[in-house]
């Protein structure tokens, strides 16, 4: 683990194979030079059931903490695609609210800081105008626990159109005005919506300044959103880094996804090695 940084650089835990325990999680992230782990809550039924109080995920986690010294200082809850918080469906809107006050509970236990919210209304739906009304009165539920539970959420900048830049997500930051309401931009998908926007990554960024908690540093190529490999496409790092820095935002995490290569223990050192030089020499 690096020391004595100004900034810290964690590891997204889909980055390693889901078949190794916490402890080993949390050893290759410290072995390969990460400072901490973003846990994942997505849509899957294994991961959903980690939020249980049942379950020994938390136990075990906060053993597997205490052994290594990673912290998980952050969640990417994905589970709303499934779960979404504009549904159509008032159950699904239900269990969605349910997910949330679970995140916090299980966050404020953990010791996670910020967990990121998809920017979506609805995934597997058709986004209406019915789905964006119910998107912000639940939202603001959301918010609600949040500053129950003292956890600070932040929008992740997605691939569609309903939140796929940092100013679209500041029109529901600036509606709840909530300091436990925040933006976790992703730079790989806005330099895709900065192709279709026209506006660039490092003015999207401005539109969001003194509201932005972390970011995901991810590859991207034209129209591809997941699974490019640092270094082979083309993401505007470096212009975002640079307004990043100036903003003070000092937590990032490399999101990349193990796809099954033997060399995945490489791939993650070369990744923290790649992503730290372009923070430091942006």
Known sequence: MVKNKSYQLGMYEKAVPSTLTWIEKLNIAKSSGFDYLEIS????????????????????????IKETGVPVLSMCLSAHRKYPLGSHNPKIQERS???????????????????????????????????????????????????????????????????????????????????????YPDLGNLTNASRISKITVKDDLRSASGHIVAAHLKEIVEGKYREIPYGQGDTHFKEALIEL??????????????????????????ANAYLR??????
């Open 277 to 282: 030089d372009l923070i430091e020499n942006s």
């Open 97 to 183: 609210l349910e997910i949330m006050e679970k995140a916090c509970i299980f966050a404020v236990k953990l010791g996670v800081r910020i967990i990121q919210l998809a920017g979506y209304d609805v995934y597997y739906e058709e986004s209406d105008d019915s789905t964006r009304i119910n998107f912000e009165k639940n939202l603001s539920l959301c918010v609600d626990l949040a500053s129950k539970y003292g956890v600070i959420l932040a929008f992740e900048t997605m691939e569609t159109l309903f939140m796929d830049t940092a100013k679209k997500s500041m029109t529901y930051v600036s509606q709840n005005n909530s300091p436990y309401l925040q933006v």
């Open 245 to 270: 820095k100036k903003q003070g935002v000092a937590l990032f995490v490399g999101e990349f996804w193990y796809v099954g290569s033997p060399e995945w223990k490489k791939d993650l050192s070369f």
């Open 41 to 64: 809550i997505d849509e899957t039924d294994l991961k959903l059931s980690r939020i249980e109080s049942s379950d020994p995920c938390l136990l075990e986690l906060q053993a597997a």
